[in-house]
């Protein structure tokens, strides 16, 4: 059976259009994949993890005849360079491009060791880097192309314990902003989205893939620190995390001709923790 999200009544903006989205077998990668599927668009699914690929490709339901699945980590150069031509052969070219794949290491300061700051860059921040170099060719030739990055409100704003993942999302936001100006005469329109608050794997460790999840705070942690990071929002049952497609729509936008006109920013996605 089908768990895609419905979007708003007659919502087809990707209708013919042609997405890679990165991290896309679990948390909010997944729902971007489920979103993009329900408003009609032809989507490659890339994750390190083929079982979280399948389970998402079981959730696509009779969508998934527009879903095809790529294994790639985004770490490793030669996997994106072969994990990027599989996609965009596969559909024929690239309109859109969601950089979703990340993970999140939580530690104190003097307990990381440089191989799992070194690990949260590669992933979070190299990756990004490495998967739009190799599609930037394919989003030359498509049709009102645009990329969508994973920022984060630790880029902003303090969020203890995440040094090396806030560091990873800072660069991200800059490299939006560079890269937005770098092709604005080409056309192509690079903005990033930022999570806070946001249910998935790397949040409640349930993700399966090493692109999607991470150890979970310290177990001495002081949890007084997170006072200005609740959101202030009402979530249903007082939940205290919003649920991935509170993501996945505004992802959707940004990667759609709707946003024709938005490049070189982003937007924060937290229920007002950092108002």
Not at 125 to 145: C, S, W
Request: net charge negative.
């Amino acid at each position: 059976m089908s768990v895609l999200p419905p979007p708003p009544a007659n919502l087809a903006r990707y209708t013919e259009r042609r997405v890679l989205i990165t991290g896309g077998g679990s948390g909010i990668g997944q729902a971007c994949v489920l979103r993009i599927l329900a408003e009609g668009g032809h989507v490659v699914a890339a994750d390190i993890s083929p079982e979280g690929l399948a389970d998402t490709v079981t959730k696509a339901g009779d969508a998934g005849e527009r879903l095809q699945t790529v294994v790639m980590d985004v770490g490793d150069e030669e996997s994106v360079r072969h994990g990027v031509a599989e996609a965009v052969g596969l559909l024929g070219g690239l309109d859109t491009l969601v950089n979703a794949a990340g993970i999140l290491r939580s530690s104190h300061l003097t307990q990381t060791t440089l191989a799992d700051f070194e690990l949260v860059l590669r992933i979070n921040l190299v990756g990004i880097f490495l998967v739009t170099r190799e599609a930037i060719g394919a989003l030359q030739d498509g049709k009102g192309p645009a990329v969508v990055n994973f920022s984060s409100t630790s880029a902003h704003f303090a969020h203890p314990y995440m040094a090396a993942y806030a560091a990873s999302k800072g660069g991200v936001l800059s490299m939006t902003h560079a890269l937005a100006l770098e092709f604005a005469k080409a056309g192509i329109r690079f903005n990033c989205v930022q999570p806070g608050s946001i249910s998935s794997g790397m949040t409640d460790g349930t993700g399966e893939s090493r692109q999607s999840v991470g150890p979970g705070l310290p177990e001495d942690a002081d949890y007084s620190l997170f006072g200005k990071v609740a959101p202030m929002l009402p979530l249903d049952g007082g939940a205290i995390f919003a649920a991935p497609d509170a993501v996945a729509g505004v992802v959707a936008m940004l990667g759609s001709d709707d946003a024709y006109f938005i490049t070189g920013t982003e937007v924060r996605i937290d229920g007002g923790s950092h108002m």
